[in-house]
């Protein structure tokens, strides 16, 4: 654990595991991405990916560096997480360098604050409170608020390494477990491939590239499938389409945050 007078941290593995300013409570922080057939998360949660090496360079008081090779159903990569804490919050940020031609449905640096810490959330113009919707209000903008009576965090996007297949967004989610907010590359066009997908609690279906294309061709429904799940949230049916970025051996992307507290 990092005590200040404003601050405190604790430090599982070389990152973050629960920072807490007053009333204000992060309770997770990592990176997440995904492919067609797995998904990546430092969570219990993901599937399909395997961590060939995992090493924790550094875990605190002050800073946290880890390092992990992963190896996922349509590609292999390394990353280096890395977290230092400054005198109102944390800057937490991501490296991934591939080791194989690789697929992305994404790539994210997340944080979760505790639903009772804020009460308000403010990003792109929108404001909302937590009610539990799970829809994620994502804009290609570099800020977010989230404010409450304890006091209020601004997260900041401060480095964005996006090369030609990425373009960098920003979202909250009032998730049940907490308000979620992810700095994220997502592929943009020209997408290396189309990808139709439905996901619930017994299964799981994607679709190969020429039938996502096949079914996106029908007048009107590519822009009723397109990131559907995400924007319906809570009830939406989890049946949505997106692209694909691909990245050549030995690439490089990155996102890095900045979280700074205000107590009330």
Known sequence: MRVTDFIECDWEYGVPAAIRCGGMH?????IETADRHSFFT??????????????????????????LTVAMAEGRWSAVITSKLHERGLALGASLTTLSPSLFQDFVVRVVFSTESFTAASIGGEHFEHTGSNI??????????????????????????????FQQVLYVRDAPEGWVVHARLIPKPP????????????????????????????????????????????????????????LNSEERIALSMEMTFERS
């Open 26 to 30: 992060g309770i997770d922080f990592g």
């Open 42 to 67: 430092l969570a219990p949660e993901r599937h399909g990916a395997r961590i060939i090496e995992d090493r924790a360079l550094q875990n605190g008081p002050e800073a946290g560096e880890r390092n």
């Open 191 to 246: 997408y290396a491939l189309l990808w139709v997908r439905w996901f619930n609690r017994f299964a799981r279906m994607s679709l190969p590239d020429w039938a996502s294309r096949a079914l996106l061709s029908v007048p009107g429904l590519k822009p009723r499938l397109w990131y559907a799940a995400e924007r319906g949230g809570r009830d939406a049916l989890q049946l949505q389409a997106s692209g694909l970025a691909h």
């Open 136 to 165: 994620y209000h994502q804009h290609p903008v570099r800020q977010a608020a989230l404010s409450g009576p304890a006091g209020a965090v601004e997260i900041r996007v401060s480095e964005t390494v996006a090369g030609p297949a």
